[in-house]
């Protein structure tokens, strides 16, 4: 038995190796299937997107991973989409006219700096502090909640395949001190955004990056959340969202231990192209073919 990851990055954008470095991973853990997501590119100056005129080398060369380990691993081709109102998604004709097998679609933008700039939410704390101050004047119960009216937005008008790291935003929390998750107001949030997820049938991942990068003591979303994801029988997977080889299973066991103590018994996966329930444990999936 092995796992598989459907988050991966590579040197199409921030990840730190060629396509073919995670395959050759993916490989000797004997993974049955593997999925890059590199960050589509936005019209903005950051230096993590993929720059658009890379894009069709990045699907060329991952279709020619597909033919090269043909009958080793499955192989499939994703873009990590940020959701943008008006500007990106996942359903944009610059994301539609691309061969892809799958979306995740991501939320790393509230709204806008009074200058233009997107305000990222996942960066670095002092952009996120200021970004509170100049936008929602410090009111972070407002911030937070127009940050999960964006993922339920996306979900609604412009929906992907797969939400990733759902609460990332609890990076910025200052240990609680900032905002709590315990706070009502947080967890109506929440629920109002599970509700509206739960409706859709979009499968939510469960990103263990925040535990190996030591920005969170839990994956996203927090075990609080995948609870309730559980009681609403909202699909998940497991994902590494990885950046280097070495990451494309990084802390799996230990979170699919809490996952099956939860109650949850299959990731939902591409396998020979169809999305299906698959069986799990703390080794990995349930691989009819081995």
């Known amino acids: 038995m092995a796992f598989t990851n459907f988050h991966g990055h590579c040197a199409y954008c921030d990840g730190k190796e060629t396509p073919e470095a995670f395959i050759r991973e993916a490989v000797r853990q004997r993974m049955p299937v593997y999925g890059f997501s590199s960050h589509a590119p936005l019209p903005f100056d950051l230096p993590w997107p993929m720059r658009a005129e890379n894009t069709e080398k990045y699907i060329a060369a ?3 991973l597909k033919h090269t380990y043909a009958g080793q691993i499955e192989i499939y081709t994703g873009l990590e989409v940020d959701y943008i ?3 990106a998604g996942p359903g944009q004709p610059s994301i539609r006219q691309w061969p892809l097998d799958y979306t995740i679609g991501s939320v790393h933008f509230v709204d ?5 700039r997107p305000w990222e939410i996942d960066g670095l704390h002092q952009v996120f502090l200021k970004g509170l101050e100049e936008i929602f004047q410090h009111d972070i119960e407002k911030a ?8 339920r937005q996306m979900v609604q008008e412009d929906p992907p395949d797969v939400i990733g790291h759902l609460d990332k935003i ?4 200052e240990e609680g001190q900032l905002f709590s998750e315990e706070a009502k107001w947080y967890r109506e949030a929440v629920e109002e955004t599970l509700e509206v997820i739960a409706q859709s049938g979009i499968i939510v991942e469960v ?15 927090s075990y609080w959340i995948l609870e309730k994801i559980k009681a609403k029988n909202i699909p998940i997977m497991l994902n590494a969202d990885a950046h280097h080889p070495q990451e494309i299973t ?18 939902r996966l591409l396998r020979r192209g169809v999305w299906q ?3 799990f444990n703390t080794q990995g999936i349930q691989d009819d073919e081995s």
């Open 207 to 221: 990103n263990t990056r925040g535990i190996y990068k030591k920005k969170s003591a839990e994956p996203y979303p």
């Open 144 to 151: 937070i909640r127009r940050y999960y009216a964006l993922l």
């Open 170 to 173: 609890k990076i910025q929390s």
């Open 112 to 116: 806008f700096f009074p200058e233009g």
């Open 85 to 87: 109102p008006q500007i």
């Open 277 to 279: 329930d698959v069986a």
């Open 250 to 267: 990084a802390c799996f066991e230990e979170v699919a231990a809490r996952l099956q103590a939860i109650g949850f018994e299959q990731f």
């Open 62 to 64: 991952i279709e020619s």
